[in-house]
């Protein structure tokens, strides 16, 4: 049976590749869900494989809004292409009238057969033909397949049809696809890796990549009924005593996780804190959750246990989001009382599933995007940059104080004078002695400088040390007067053009020390963020 399919608007990006099936992607749920999302289901994929024979062909799916997943096949002789729905909780094939036209197929062969099939959200009844069908760059023969003439509550299947790929005890039209593939190909298995995100869905006829999972992780269990694929497990919800167990069904056709009505409000509940449950809103009658997304940080983990492996399911894959806005959906549904559980699309996201039909087994692995994130080691360069920008910014303001306070108090001790002679008279007053110096000290020539004796340099020394301003005997500027190679420097205050030049430079390299710095500040607090967030919703 189909379930929870719904009617939502395409955004679609399609792409092809050599062994690729273009697929695309439809919008986020929509607001409102048209009935109650029950059912065994449609929407999953999965890959035979030639477990013995090593063999694999794997092509991408359409994510429509998390709820249904199409891959691309071909039908009849010319082959007709396809958008077909894959469901691991029905058996049969069927393709709407409208996507393909046996005349037009030089290999169709009509049957008198008249069959109905009941799916969890509606039916569909029409007649049989049997024509060559591709699936994943194989061909197979003789394959039958329902053509519809009448459809109840069966609009929101956005696709041509649906490939059922459960068991033969569920088939309506005679042998499943499966068995075709066994009996032509020798190919008994299929995998199936369903993501969140536009791109990355996969469906693969043979054992998957191994990039999809963790080896170690493998489990392999037995399938336990002649029908649906199911497995015995248990589940709790994580910091509760709850825990249910029974068979669960791993149901790609049924979008959310599904609970029998006696047992559903004690799931949510369990799930939903009491201080999280006034951020929701209860949709009747099917009761789906509409949350706030602020209430994944408060929502509790789901783990499910098969064949002795725990796999947890966080709040990140209990909830989607709807559409752009602030609002989030809990992906547990309510099913008819006597059902067992299903797994649906929001477990098998968190999962890579294999279903091997010779060998009766289901096998689960975790997910490599889906394994605690590795604890990430101190980014030096990022800390070398920036200490280094940091020691920049320091030296850059303290020049730019020295200039705007230490020169500024230094010129004003030492008048400037106008012009090149102007500042040899300066350099010359300021090494008059002191007794010589009255309220404005008389200049001396160059040949009175030269009969000064070695006394007169001494008190020349002291004098200098006696400058009026307290910055005179930090690093204030100098310059050195041609006139005296051999006497001690002149102090001279700093011209506003090398001002200027300073202040630019000061602030030039503090705005760069900064930006650097800050860049250094906000990545590290970014990172340290975004691991917390992840830790709060894993």
Not at 46 to 57: D, I, P, Q, R, V
Not at 84 to 102: C, K, N, Y
Not at 235 to 244: K, Q, T, V
Not at 274 to 280: N, V
Request: charged residues 15%.
């Amino acid at each position: 049976g189909l379930a929870s399919a719904i009617d939502v608007p395409v955004q679609a990006a399609r792409r092809t590749g050599p062994h690729l099936v273009p697929l695309s992607r439809k919008a986020r749920f929509p607001d409102v869900f048209g009935s109650a999302l029950s059912g065994t289901g449609l929407a999953a994929s999965n890959a035979s494989a030639k477990l013995s024979g090593g063999f694999h062909e794997q092509q991408p799916l359409l994510n429509w809004g998390n709820v249904q997943y199409l891959g691309s096949f071909g039908l009849g002789t010319p082959p007709q292409s396809l958008q077909l729905l894959i469901d691991t909780g029905s058996s049969d094939l069927w393709v709407r009238s409208s996507a393909f036209q046996p005349d037009h197929s030089s290999t169709a062969q009509f049957s008198p057969k008249e069959v109905r099939i009941s799916y969890g959200q509606g039916s569909v009844a029409g007649s049989v033909v049997s024509d060559s069908f591709q699936i994943g760059g194989v061909n197979v023969t003789n394959q039958e397949i329902m053509i519809p003439q009448q459809e109840h509550g069966m609009a929101s299947v956005n696709a041509a049809g649906v490939l059922g790929l459960a068991w033969p005890g569920l088939s309506h039209t005679g042998e499943t696809v499966m068995q075709h593939l066994e009996a032509e190909e020798n190919i008994s298995a299929f995998a199936l890796l369903l993501t969140g995100t536009d791109e990355g869905s996969y469906f693969a006829l043979g054992m998957p990549e191994s990039s999809w999972y963790n080896n170690e992780s493998l489990v392999w269990t037995d399938a336990r009924t002649d029908l649906w694929w199911a497995v015995d497990g248990s589940l709790h919800i994580e910091g509760s005593s709850l825990e249910l167990s029974g068979l669960f069904l791993l149901d790609s056709g049924t979008s959310f996780i599904g609970a029998p009505d006696m047992q559903f409000e004690l799931l949510v509940n369990q799930i939903l804190p009491r201080d999280a449950r006034s951020l929701c809103k209860v949709m009747q009658p099917s009761g789906i959750r509409y949350c706030s997304c602020d209430v994944l940080c408060k929502a509790r983990s789901m783990q499910v246990h098969i064949g002795g492996v725990e796999f947890p399911v966080g709040p990140a894959a209990l909830f989607g989001q709807v559409d752009d806005k602030n609002t989030c959906v809990l992906q547990v549904m309510r099913l008819q009382d006597g059902m067992p559980l299903i797994l649906g699309d929001s477990f098998l996201r968190t999962v890579a599933a294999i279903f091997d039909v010779r060998g009766r087994r289901i096998g689960l692995a975790k997910r490599y995007d889906n394994l605690p994130l590795p604890q990430e080691h101190p980014d030096w360069k990022r800390m070398c940059l920036g200490a280094c920008s940091l020691v920049c910014f320091v030296v850059s303001v303290s020049a730019l104080c020295y200039l705007l306070f230490c020169d500024h108090h230094s010129g004003k001790a030492m008048p400037a004078a106008a012009g090149a002679a102007g500042m040899e008279a300066e350099a010359e007053a300021n090494l008059r002695p002191a007794e010589l110096s009255a309220d404005r000290p008389p200049v001396l020539s160059n040949s009175e400088v030269s009969t000064e004796d070695a006394a007169t340099s001494q008190t020349h020394k002291s004098r200098m040390t006696t400058a009026s301003s307290p910055c005179s005997m930090v690093a204030c500027p100098i310059a050195v007067t041609s006139q005296w190679p051999m006497r001690l420097p002149a102090m001279r205050p700093t011209s506003g053009c090398e001002r200027i030049h300073g202040f630019a430079m000061a602030i030039l390299v503090a705005k760069l020390s900064f930006i650097i710095l800050s860049e250094a500040i906000v990545s590290a607090a970014s990172s340290v963020a975004t691991a917390a967030a992840v830790a709060a919703v894993a």
